[in-house]
């Protein structure tokens, strides 16, 4: 086998303040570099900043870039609640997340989850 038969990968994790040029630029140096995918992020947070308010702007702009570069992507993305969930959280059920996961069994948290997972698949 080749080395262009294997993918060869390192995690890209966005600086929210980067503009375009500078994500081209770094994802420029990644494929330069001989590697072949990325794998990013899609925290909460960052792409639903206020309760059902997605943003995906800078998200599209690492997948447009990437496909232009020739990098294949591995997306990664957690259920660690924003902040304007983890208030509602607190107020509803006096919960705070002490632990490294949040607690499923809120059904306010599975609600807000399930709607985020299936925004962003």
Same mark, same amino acid.
């Given at each position: 086998?080749?080395?262009?038969?294997? =993918?060869?990968?390192?995690?890209?994790?966005?600086?929210? !303040?980067?503009?375009?040029?500078?994500?081209?630029?770094?994802?420029?140096?990644?494929? !330069?570099?001989?590697?072949?995918?990325?794998?990013? /992020?899609?925290?909460?947070?960052?792409?639903?900043?206020?309760?059902?308010?997605?943003?995906?702007?800078?998200?599209?702009?690492?997948?447009?870039?990437?496909?232009? =570069? !020739?990098?294949?992507?591995?997306?990664? /993305?957690?259920?660690?609640?924003?902040?304007?969930?983890?208030?509602?959280?607190?107020? =509803?059920? !006096?919960? =705070?997340?002490?632990?490294? /996961?949040?607690?499923?069994?809120?059904?306010?948290?599975?609600?807000?989850?399930?709607?985020?997972?299936?925004?962003?698949?």
């Amino acid at each position: 086998m080749t080395k262009d038969q294997f =993918e060869f990968g390192i995690t890209y994790v966005l600086n929210p !303040n980067d503009s375009e040029k500078e994500i081209r630029d770094h994802l420029r140096d990644i494929r !330069n570099m001989g590697f072949t995918m990325i794998r990013t /992020f899609l925290p909460w947070d960052g792409v639903e900043p206020a309760d059902g308010v997605f943003d995906f702007d800078k998200f599209d702009c690492i997948h447009d870039i990437a496909a232009e =570069e !020739n990098l294949h992507i591995l997306e990664s /993305f957690s259920i660690y609640p924003p902040c304007w969930l983890r208030e509602k959280l607190y107020k =509803e059920y !006096n919960y =705070e997340q002490t632990g490294r /996961f949040p607690c499923l069994d809120l059904p306010l948290l599975r609600e807000h989850a399930q709607r985020y997972i299936g925004t962003i698949v």
